[in-house]
């Protein structure tokens, strides 16, 4: 099957229904994804960075126990070889995350874990830690009619514009009854989990655009929001620690390049960090302040 | 070569001011260091943080029973690292299902196991998980609880078994082959230079008289509650007051109802008896 996501033409042996689907097949598509033997513990001249991973300057190899092998090479090709008796919708989830992450970084895009929403001609993202609220958050943004361009993981390229993903946001079940969408339709993202995907239909940015603002999200325990613009300098470091997968680059080599892009979307966009009270999601009240900064910050 | 201890309790039984202590000690420094800047997060075995990291996949992706699984190799990475590290654990010492001890066989050095009366404990839990004294003491006797159990939604730690109280104490303190230390909160309190150096030796720790001493002192609990009403402290739940709310022991005497103690000795007694939380009639001390 044929399909296209982050700008990039896709042919895959393994269905992809969250991705966008094309009809005509490329004789060259930029990545092939193929069900495929992969080597049971790591490859040649490679290091070692975790106990489910090895990456060399080309390729990346990742084991999730249980579930599949992934190796993704050259950033244009991803080997899969599913673990017996497992579901499609559980190697899915991690050939489109970790995976397809790796490979946005072998053909060089600085790779944010975040999401990204369209505001008129730019774009915003939020970044931070999983379960920070960036995807309720994007959510949120959704509903009051703004474009998302992509949820989890928000490749920029040399010109620090995000490029587009897929057509879907992962929900818990909290934020679902939060914004009160209706579950039934949705499917769940792994057979065990409390997480849906959630598709955008129509409200789905397709393409690249230039990032203005990044809100680092973040909780804390007092009671009240904090807004705090990160000046100059300053901005580099948060923006290197919402890399997605740090541990990806030292492995691939990619740390120098990746370090100047850092640089130079710290120079280009405002940056600020938004924390939470742990408890009690102030949804619209967050996305207030965020559209305040935005307007104040065009 | 790396290698980890543990810093084990049940909750709100001294694991914090511990690791302040720890902090002033391995600092040596001439002021208290601030009771924000602990490393918090990365610290704790059930950090989401630190999992995903060495993972290098979501454990949000994964059921709470496959991440608790990876839980013992994603340790056992720690063995790389040059130095050797001290984690707080809230979980009791348990095997995963595929037989492992969760905190991972080669990479625990050893343990240090802190203790506290569940008098009291159940006190302070009430305060801290925001609810009555009696569901505090329903939860002290649920082998089944667990903390950051939630489904719905992401929360920043993984799923830590608590078991029962007495089941969580036994969990550590008879764990076959465990290289494990026990304090109890109330020496820590009545007896401080013999009982943290007695835990800083057992860490590897340097624990020289002066600097034990001063340790103790920039760790003391009026000075944690002095830095607690000038800038918060982190750690603490935001229901909640104050974390550093009394830092004494036997509180118990004036809050808890004749019946409260009573169902708390009927639930924990053989334990609270072996660690001299009881007289030998029963009664207790």
Known sequence: ?298 | MGGIYWLASYPKSGNTWFRVFLSNLQADGDEPTDINALGLDGGIASARGWLDEVLGFDTAELSQDETERLRPEVYRWSLRDEAISYHKIHDAYTLTSDREPLVGREVTLGALYILRNPLDVALSAANHWHCSIDQAIDKMSNPEMALCRKRRALPSQVRQRLLSWSEHVLSWVDAPGLNLETIRYEDMLDDPQTTFSRAARHLQLPADAKRVAKAIRFSDFRELARQEAASGFRERPQRTERFFRSGASGDWRENLTEAQVKRIIADHGSVMRRFGYLYANGEPR
């Open chain 1, 1 to 298: 099957m044929n399909y296209t996501a982050y700008g990039l033409s896709i042919h895959s042996d393994l269905l992809l229904p969250e991705l966008q689907s094309q009809t005509q097949r490329e004789d060259e598509p930029d990545v092939q994804m193929r069900i495929g033997a992969v080597a049971e513990d790591g490859f040649e001249e490679a290091k070692q960075l975790g106990p489910f991973l090895w990456a060399s300057r080309h390729a990346l190899w990742l084991q999730v126990p249980n579930v599949a092998h992934f190796l993704v090479r050259e950033g244009r090709e991803i080997i899969i070889e599913p673990a017996p008796g497992i579901d499609e919708d559980s190697v899915r989830v991690f050939l489109l995350g970790s995976a397809l992450g790796a490979l946005l970084f072998q053909r060089g895009y600085l790779v944010l874990h975040g999401n990204a929403v369209r505001i008129g001609n730019q774009c915003m993202v939020c970044v931070g830690p999983s379960g920070a609220g960036k995807s309720t958050l994007a959510a949120g943004f959704m509903q009051r009619g703004y474009d998302v361009l992509a949820d989890d993981v928000v490749p920029l390229d040399a010109e620090c514009r995000a490029i587009p993903g897929f057509p879907r946001l992962k929900l818990w079940r909290d934020t679902i009854d939060l914004l009160e969408i209706d579950a039934s339709p949705l499917k769940r993202i792994r057979p065990q989990t409390e997480k849906f995907n959630f598709p955008l239909v129509r409200r789905f940015a397709k393409r690249p655009l230039p990032i203005r603002w990044v809100y680092i999200l973040g909780t804390h325990t007092q009671s009240d929001t904090r807004f705090e613009p990160i000046a100059g300098m300053q901005r580099f470091e948060p923006l290197h620690n919402n890399t997605y997968r740090v541990r990806f680059l030292r492995g691939m080599a990619l740390k120098g390049e990746h370090l100047k892009l850092c640089g130079r979307l710290g120079g280009r966009a405002r940056v600020a960090r938004m924390t939470r009270p742990q408890h009690g999601f102030e949804l619209e009240t967050l996305i207030d302040r965020l559209l305040v900064d935005v307007a104040d910050n065009p």
